[in-house]
C-alpha cells in the first residue's frame, strides 16, 4: 500500500493528482473464505482489518448489497463520546475513544477525529439531578465528565441561550471533553483501505440474499447476489437490517428498526465550536468542518425501513435549534435524510455468538454507533477469531434477554448520537 505523506502529496501535485492509485481493490468473490463480514459499514470493515492485523486471518470478504459507507457509516452525524451510565458500556465506549485518538495514523488516512468536547444540557431540576449522578458514575467508571453552570456552558460554547425566559432555560450540562466529531465517511474509507491492503476482499454491490447450514446446524456460507461462498464463520454486521439477515440463519433477535433523521444547513464559517445535545428537547447540534450546522434528533415513532422519515420530526428540531441559538434562526436548511436504526429493548448494542455455530452478531448500535466503530471492530474480531468474546464485549451477548442482564441505557439513548 503507497503511503500518504506530505512528499506523495507534493509530488502527485506535479502531476494535477491524476496519478493516485486506487484505494482498494474491486475483487470478484472466490469460492471460499475463513471468514465472510456482511456489510460494509465501518464496523464491519473494522472488524476485517483487525481480523487481518491483529489475528493474521486475511483470507476474509466483506459483503455488501450497496457501496462500501453507504448505510448509517455515512449517514450518521458523526458525535463521539463514551460518557454512558453503566460500566459495561463505558468500558465499550472507552476502549473505542482509546483507539480514535490514534486511528489516523494507525490507518494512514485522516479520519479528522476532533474532540472538541460534547456538551449535555440539562433544563430542569431532575436534568440536573439525573446529569450529575450520571458525572459521578462516569468519574468511578474512569469515563471523563465534568458539570458546568450556565455562565461556563455559555463560555465554552458562546452561542449558547442561557436565558432565563425561554421554555426550555439551561440549568447547567455535563461536559465531555474528549467526545466530539470524526469524518464518517474517511472512518470507512480508511478502514477499506487498510483492511484491503492486509490481502481483505471488498465486495460492493453484492447483497447476501441466504445463510446456508449444514446439517449439523453449523454455518456452511451465504448465498449472494454472485452465488455461493462458502465460509467458516459468517459475522452479521448489517445495522438497520440485522433482524433480516439473521432470519436467513433462522436466528430472531430483538431488535426493532425505526428511521432516524438528520439535517444540515448551508455552510458558514466557523461558528459552532463544540457538540452541544439536549435529551429533554430532542435536539443537537454541531458544525462539519465544511462549514455546515449538522443537526439530529431522536429516531421517529414508527418502525419502517424507509429513509425518510416524517417531515414534523424535522420541523420539531428545528424549532428546538432555534430556540436554543437564535443566532441560527435566519439560516437556510440545505437537506435532510434518514437512516434504519436497529434498536434493542435495553438500547445496548449486541456483540455475540448467536445459538448457530460459526455465525456471529454484531448488531443493535441504535442511534449511536458510530462513536464505538474501531472499539467494536476489534473486540468483535476478537470474538470471531477465538470463537469466545473479548472480557470487553462478555456482556454484550444475546442472552441477556432471557436471563435479564440488561445493560439499561434508555437514558443515555433518548438522543444517543
Ligand atoms: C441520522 C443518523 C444520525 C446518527 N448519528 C450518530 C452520531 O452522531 N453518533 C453515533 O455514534 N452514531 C450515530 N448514528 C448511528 C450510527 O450511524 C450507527 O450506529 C453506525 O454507523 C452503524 O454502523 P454499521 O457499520 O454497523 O452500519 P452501516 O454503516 O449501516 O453498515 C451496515 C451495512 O450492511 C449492509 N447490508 C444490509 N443488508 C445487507 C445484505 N443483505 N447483504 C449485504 N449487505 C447488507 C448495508 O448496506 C450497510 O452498508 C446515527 C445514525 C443515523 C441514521
Redesign the pocket.
Known amino acids: 500500500m503507497k503511503r500518504y505523506s506530505f512528499l506523495e502529496l507534493a509530488k502527485n501535485a506535479f502531476s494535477a493528482h491524476q496519478n493516485w492509485g486506487r484505494q482498494w481493490r474491486a475483487p470478484e468473490p472466490k469460492a471460499e473464505y475463513d471468514v465472510v463480514i456482511?456489510?460494509?459499514?465501518?464496523?464491519?470493515?473494522?472488524t476485517a482489518y483487525y481480523l487481518a492485523r491483529e489475528h493474521g486471518i486475511r483470507n476474509v470478504a466483506v459483503?455488501?448489497?450497496?457501496?462500501?459507507?453507504?448505510?448509517?457509516?455515512?449517514?450518521?452525524?458523526?458525535?463521539?463520546?463514551s460518557n454512558y451510565l453503566w460500566e459495561e458500556s463505558a468500558a465499550l465506549y472507552n476502549h473505542a475513544i482509546g483507539l480514535w485518538q490514534n486511528l489516523s495514523q494507525e490507518l494512514n488516512y485522516n479520519v479528522m477525529y476532533s474532540a472538541r468536547g460534547v456538551m449535555m444540557l440539562a433544563h430542569t431540576i431532575h436534568d440536573v439531578q439525573v446529569s450529575q449522578r450520571h458525572i459521578h458514575a462516569n468519574r468511578l467508571a474512569g469515563v471523563q465528565n465534568e458539570w458546568l453552570t450556565p455562565e461556563q456552558a455559555r463560555d465554552y460554547c458562546p452561542p449558547l441561550n442561557i436565558s432565563k425566559n425561554i421554555r426550555y432555560p439551561v440549568m447547567g450540562a455535563a461536559l465531555q471533553r474528549v467526545g466530539g466529531?470524526a469524518r464518517?465517511d474517511a472512518v470507512?474509507w480508511g478502514y477499506a483501505r487498510g483492511a484491503d491492503a492486509l490481502g481483505v476482499d471488498i465486495i460492493q454491490n453484492?447483497?447476501?440474499?441466504g445463510i446456508r447450514r449444514s446439517q449439523d446446524g453449523s454455518v456452511e456460507g451465504v448465498e449472494?447476489a454472485k452465488g455461493f461462498i462458502k465460509a467458516g464463520k459468517v459475522g452479521v454486521?448489517?445495522?438497520?437490517?440485522?433482524s433480516?439477515?439473521m432470519e436467513?440463519a433462522g436466528v430472531r433477535l430483538p431488535l426493532e428498526s425505526f428511521?432516524?433523521?438528520?439535517l444540515v444547513s448551508e455552510p458558514v464559517k466557523p461558528a459552532f465550536p463544540c457538540v452541544v445535545m439536549s435529551n429533554t428537547i430532542h435536539a443537537?447540534i454541531s458544525q462539519s468542518d465544511k462549514g455546515e450546522l449538522v443537526i439530529?434528533a431522536g429516531t421517529d415513532q414508527f418502525i419502517s425501513y424507509s429513509q425518510t422519515g416524517g417531515i414534523h420530526i424535522s420541523n420539531h428540531t428545528i424549532d428546538a435549534i432555534c430556540e436554543l441559538f437564535p443566532h441560527f434562526r435566519r439560516m437556510r436548511m440545505l437537506r435532510n435524510?434518514?437512516?434504519?436504526?436497529?434498536t434493542t429493548p435495553d438500547r445496548s448494542p449486541i456483540l455475540s455468538k448467536t445459538p448457530v455455530p460459526g455465525l456471529y452478531v454484531?448488531?443493535g448500535?441504535?442511534?449511536?454507533?458510530?462513536?464505538?466503530?474501531p472499539g467494536?471492530g476489534h473486540v468483535f474480531a476478537h470474538t470471531i477469531a477465538r470463537d469466545e468474546p473479548h472480557p470487553i464485549n462478555a456482556p454484550f451477548t444475546i442472552d441477556r434477554f432471557r436471563t435479564g442482564r440488561l445493560i439499561d441505557e434508555a437514558a443515555a439513548a433518548a438522543v444517543?448520537?
Request: glycine share 22%.
Open positions: 456482511v456489510g460494509a459499514g465501518g464496523h464491519g470493515l473494522a459483503i455488501e448489497k450497496g457501496w462500501l459507507g453507504g448505510g448509517n457509516t455515512g449517514r450518521n452525524t458523526t458525535i463521539v463520546r466529531t464518517h470507512a453484492c447483497a447476501v440474499t449472494t454486521v448489517a445495522a438497520g437490517h440485522s433480516v439477515v436467513m428511521p432516524l433523521q438528520a443537537y439530529g435524510w434518514g437512516g434504519i436504526v436497529d454484531n448488531c448500535w441504535g442511534t449511536g454507533g458510530f462513536k464505538a466503530t467494536s444517543a448520537h
